[in-house]
């Protein structure tokens, strides 16, 4: 597509006008012909504006003739008419034909860098390694060598499932797809005990393979076996296995905060100040003398790629800089506010530990003094606690025996 927009412009184009009551009639001949017609838009019911190629002129003319519609050149676009204007002008046509040369010379380039599907491994890593090996701007496209540079970054770097690298123009678009971690599973055959992963009140417990060494109700320390990997029979002995089942158990998560009553608090001014640099390659040219004129500000970039096409990219890059003042202000809490303040601050620390849990429980203690609240917030849930652990030692049977 890009291509193909790129060759018009170069061999030029007509942007017309087509009238009448038989639009449809139009359009179907120009397919029957094979006449491209892009960039179509409806004006009204009886009237359409369209691209055309300069070849296709007269077979145009010809279809709306027959069709009973009126066509009219809306404009001409493309290099043939940008020179046939300027053909007089001798130093137009020259600087014109340079910077023909430039963009040309510039094509054989790298000048910008997408990356996308990462969300472990942050995009400046996967920019370091693609600058390692040999993908960077301003690197000549025919230098680099695509697949040798998946096969490094995949055997370098283990979070890296897939990589797939396209340069289309002077853009190089990178797309990953990250590994999936394995969780820590013993194999099967492997002998092992399932402990506790943290404390907490027994609720229920299910074992499949293995000698259950707690019931519900038992209050239980992270580290204590649940399950032992072993069996004992009156006739065959202590026969060790892989342990296995399901145990769930009553936890509790608590976090606390205390804050005081009077706070100074950063508040915005409706003062904003903009600043602009130009970036040329690697060399920046600012615009600005003085960083800021605030003495307390917070900022905010804004970096623009210039580019011709959607994929040929140029190296400049037009930065903006926003800084937008601030001040601090002495603000004063109630009880109830601050509460509600450490409560939200709180629940959203404790927001992945309590993720895809049973809530039985919540409750909050709230301890005032005369200067500063203590809040402490509880969640009892229900969750699994079972874990793998392998054997160490032949003796468990004396250890089950000591715990039992």
């Given amino acids: 597509m890009v291509l193909t927009k790129k060759n018009n412009f170069i061999k030029g184009y007509l942007q017309i006008e087509i009238e009448g009551f038989y639009i449809e009639r139009f359009f179907n001949a120009c397919t029957k012909q094979g006449i491209e017609l892009w960039g179509t838009k409806r004006k009204n019911n009886t009237s359409i504006i369209t691209n055309i190629k300069i070849d296709d002129f007269r077979g145009i003319r010809n279809i709306a003739r027959k069709t009973q519609c009126s066509m009219k050149i809306k404009r001409k676009k493309g290099i043939p008419f ?188 409706n003062e904003v100040e903009n600043k602009y640099a130009l970036t040329l390659n690697k060399k920046t040219i600012n615009f600005y003398k003085t960083i800021s004129k605030f003495k307390k500000y917070d900022t905010m970039e804004t970096k623009n790629k210039i580019k011709i096409l959607n994929n040929f990219y140029l190296p400049i890059e037009f930065k903006k800089i926003t800084n937008y003042e601030y001040r601090y202000e002495q603000k004063q809490y109630t009880v109830e506010q601050l509460q509600e303040k450490i409560i939200q601050e709180l629940e959203e620390q404790m927001k992945n530990d309590i993720e895809n849990k049973q809530i039985v429980n919540r409750n909050i203690i709230a301890e005032p003094t005369e200067k500063e609240l203590k809040v402490k917030l509880i969640y009892e849930v229900i969750e699994k606690i079972g874990v793998e652990q392998k054997l160490v030692s032949w003796k468990e049977k004396e250890d089950w025996k000591k715990e039992v």
């Avoid at 797939?164 to 394995?182: C, P, Q, R, Y």
């Avoid at 649940?226 to 296995?244: D, F």
């Fill in 82 to 269: 940008i020179i046939r204007k300027y053909k007089n002008r001798k130093v137009f046509i020259f600087l014109f034909f340079i910077l023909i040369l430039s963009i040309f010379t510039l094509s054989n380039f790298v000048w910008n860098i997408e990356i996308e599907g990462n969300n472990i491994i942050s995009s400046e890593e996967i920019l370091e390694e693609l600058n390692k090996n040999g993908i960077k701007q301003g690197e000549l496209k025919y230098k680099i060598n695509i697949q040798k540079v998946i096969e490094k970054m995949r055997l370098n770097d283990e979070r890296i499932s897939w990589i797939g690298i396209k340069i289309d123009g002077t853009n190089a678009k990178v797309n990953i797809v990250e590994a999936v971690a394995k969780p820590d599973i013993l194999d099967e055959n492997e002998y092992c005990d399932i402990v506790a992963s943290k404390d907490g009140i027994i609720t229920k417990i299910n074992v499949t393979n293995g000698t259950e060494l707690v019931k519900e109700g038992d209050v239980v320390e992270r580290g204590r076996k649940l399950i032992g990997g072993w069996m004992e029979g009156k006739y065959t002995g202590v026969r060790y296995m892989h342990a296995s089942g399901n145990i769930e158990a009553k936890v509790w998560y608590i976090r606390e905060k205390t804050e005081s009553f009077i706070q100074q608090e950063k508040v915005k001014t």
